[in-house]
């Protein structure tokens, strides 16, 4: 799609986008046309086959954020995406990227530009497909799984053998840690509901909790980590779950959890808020993962992004079970036929 620019005589190529006008309810997203992104040397086109719906998404389309991050509307949101190179840039096109290239990435745009036909994304947060992955699969993976990624390796620093409690193990992120955790050689403990107990014993889960039987900070047990990927807990009530070096992870800087990770840092055990951004180390981490078979994605619903409303009310439930996608490509048995 191309529109004439009177002033330059040229033409603008345009897409379509979901567009977010003014803070406020899912019903803010609209579906509109607004220029493609022009790339710079660094950076490469991606023909978006594939995006993903995160909890961060509608927080930011609600303005919950504004305080740790600029107010930047209009914008398009999302992070995560899968898809086709339509375009590289120069210095990228010397990293071996070409036209065709089958791919997925964490955006590191603001707040993010993946609900769209074509987002720009800096070479470096780019990585081929992983084989066998459709694109709505590929498109769970950068953000919730670097989120995990570096919940558990770079905070909480674990280690082979280390014992290990996820909160939440059964949505995006915790889908994904419990899978890097027994990757990784550790003993997991996974908490979520028993509807979901046999799923995340699938994904390779030692122990597991119902919450709504059993409060897991009251447990009398240790771990080296505990990682409450949907922060209902606090480092104070989980303390005790914690060894003498422990470390706790949360995924929501609320004020009590920001200052006890201040505190904490004269202490032996830890307190971290984990805020995922991309990684082009963790993300190469994660493909392979997923190309050894060590790494899949729960795809709990997939949405046209004409549905993108309905996609955010989906995830706000809380009861998503892994990734919430939205499927830009109108004919998905492009999807069935992928062969890598």
């Not at 493609?36 to 023909?47: G, N, S, V």
């Not at 996820?166 to 840690?177: K, L, P």
């Not at 994660?286 to 060590?294: D, F, I, Q, T, V």
Request: proline share 4%; net charge negative.
């Amino acid at each position: 799609m191309a529109t004439a620019d009177v002033q330059s005589g040229t033409e603008t190529a345009m897409m379509e986008a979901v567009v977010l006008q003014q803070y406020g309810g899912a019903e803010k997203l609209k579906l509109t046309s607004i220029p493609r992104p022009k790339i710079t040397a660094d950076q490469i086109l991606i023909r978006v086959h594939a995006a993903s719906v995160n909890p961060i998404d509608w927080k930011l389309r609600k303005g919950m954020l504004k305080w740790f991050m600029p107010d930047q509307l209009p914008a398009v949101l999302g992070f995560d995406v899968a898809g086709e190179v339509a375009q590289v840039g120069y210095s990228a096109k010397q990293q071996g990227w070409n036209e065709g290239d089958r791919v997925m990435a964490f955006s590191d745009r603001t707040v993010g530009g993946c609900y769209a036909e074509f987002v720009a994304v800096n070479a470096k947060y780019v990585v081929p497909k992983p084989q066998g992955f459709s694109f709505e699969e590929a498109a769970g993976i950068p953000l919730a799984a670097t989120t995990a990624w570096k919940s558990l390796v770079k905070l909480g620093q674990l280690r082979s053998g280390d014992e290990v409690l996820i909160n939440g193990a059964s949505g995006g992120v915790g889908t994904f840690a419990v899978q890097i955790a027994k990757a990784l050689g550790a003993h997991v403990m996974a908490v979520c509901s028993e509807a979901n107990h046999e799923l995340v014993r699938g994904l390779g889960a030692d122990e597991l909790i119902d919450y709504h039987a059993t409060n897991f900070t009251r447990i009398g047990r240790e771990f080296d980590i505990v990682f409450d990927a949907v922060s209902s807990s606090s480092f104070l009530e989980c303390r005790r779950l914690l060894k003498p070096n422990g470390h706790y992870v949360a995924t929501l800087p609320s004020v009590e959890n920001v200052g006890f990770s201040v505190f904490s840092k004269f202490q032996k055990q830890s307190c971290h808020i984990v805020l995922a951004r991309p990684d082009h180390d963790i993300l190469k981490a994660l493909a392979s993962l997923a190309n050894e078979g060590k790494l899949r994605t729960i795809v709990d619903s997939v949405y046209p992004l004409t549905d993108v409303i309905a996609a955010h009310q989906k995830s706000e439930t809380g009861h998503v079970v892994g990734k919430v996608i939205l499927n830009v490509v109108p004919d998905a048995s492009y999807q069935e036929s992928d062969q890598d």
